[in-house]
């Protein structure tokens, strides 16, 4: 069976992926500095403990498993920590990256499946994100991802890299059996923060701005399952290994909620009170981040079954209420 490097396969994402490759009988090997995943999370194939700015131990690992491919997920990912540092997006996000391309060229593994986001859009007016919306970020998260999407380009046709790069648009929900799920220390991703305030795990869910121009004036978002997301990766892969070259895709449902509605849905699927209070704008939070895009599912037969908003929460509140969530 054929090896593939997944850098952050300890974390949120990168654990579902790995769980995925190995039902599409593939050997997922994990890089991971665990900075912010968890050995605990690396259940699907080998573990592999380093850094992206670590060129030798790189090199050691690409040499021992001779990988066909790279899924590279390993990224600092909060676009609030990303305007307060914005040096350590740089340097993880943008320098690693960097030196797991040129590790990755040095190997001979041209096929690189990349995790980029819809920050990289920005704030656009009334304009549909498809793959071709100008990319002008307004966070350092965003601008560093747009950074590896053109190293990507660059060193396609310098190197021959093959890139599929995937544009996320906000992820949730875990592994239905529970095996996996999303766990960071400390949490800032809304859906395990809701989840979290009423488990009183925290006092509150704080809603970060109430004043943006939308109907209930809280920020709009399209939600993808964590399960779809990682599908979408494995059909990737296999554009990449049928010598399709490069592409970009959106991943996102085409449908938006706002922070209000996501809290009224955990209220509905949990039957529990989300104790709550309104806050202040976060710095670099876009308003509405819709994909306006289908051709994952025209181009890579992408069809995403469980990217409901009920079925998000109810798969991210079996993860909390498992053992593995608090351990
Ligand atoms: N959000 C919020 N309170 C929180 C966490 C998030 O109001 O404690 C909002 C945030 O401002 C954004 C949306 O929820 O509008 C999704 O934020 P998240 O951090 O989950 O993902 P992002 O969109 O930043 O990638």
């Known amino acids: 069976m054929a090896h593939v490097l997944v850098t952050g396969g300890a974390g949120y994402i990168g654990s579902h992926a790995c769980k995925a490759l190995k039902a599409a009988g593939y050997i997922p090997v994990t890089y991971d500095n665990l900075s912010t995943g968890w050995q605990d999370a690396v259940k699907f194939g080998p573990f592999e403990r380093g850094d992206l700015l670590d060129r030798g131990r790189l090199d050691e690992v690409l040499a021992k498993y001779q990988p066909i491919a790279v899924m590279h997920f390993a990224a600092l990912s909060q676009v609030g920590e990303s305007m307060a540092h914005p040096d350590l997006y740089w340097r993880n996000n943008a320098a690693g990256s960097l030196c797991l391309i040129e590790a990755a060229v040095a190997a001979g593994c041209l096929n690189i499946v990349f995790s980029s986001t819809c920050a990289t859009y920005g704030d656009h007016d009334n304009v549909v994100l498809d793959e071709s919306t100008p990319q002008q970020p307004i966070n350092a998260y965003g ?174 509140w079996r993860w909390h209420q498992s053992g593995h969530y608090d351990a």
């Open 143 to 316: 601008a560093s991802k747009r950074a590896i999407e053109d190293m990507l380009r660059d060193f396609g046709v310098a190197h021959g890299i093959n890139a599929v790069i995937f544009r996320y648009f906000n992820v949730a929900g875990a592994d239905p059996d529970a095996e996996v799920g999303e766990f960071h220390r400390p949490e800032t991703h809304l859906v395990p923060v809701i989840l979290d305030a009423i488990e009183g795990k925290r006092p509150a869910l704080t809603i970060f701005g109430t004043d943006y121009d939308t109907p209930d004036g809280t920020c709009i978002r399209d939600y993808v399952h964590v399960c779809d997301l990682v599908d979408a990766h494995v059909l990737g892969l296999e554009w990449l290994l049928e010598g399709k070259g490069s592409r970009v895709f959106n991943l996102g449902t085409g449908h938006g909620f706002s922070v209000r509605e996501v809290m009224n849905e955990a209220q509905r699927v949990t039957q529990r009170e989300v104790p709550h209070s309104e806050g202040l704008r976060r710095a670099g939070d876009c308003t509405k981040l819709v994909s306006g895009s289908t051709r994952a599912e025209a181009e890579l037969g992408w069809r995403p079954q469980r990217s409901t908003l009920s079925r998000m929460i109810a798969d991210a």
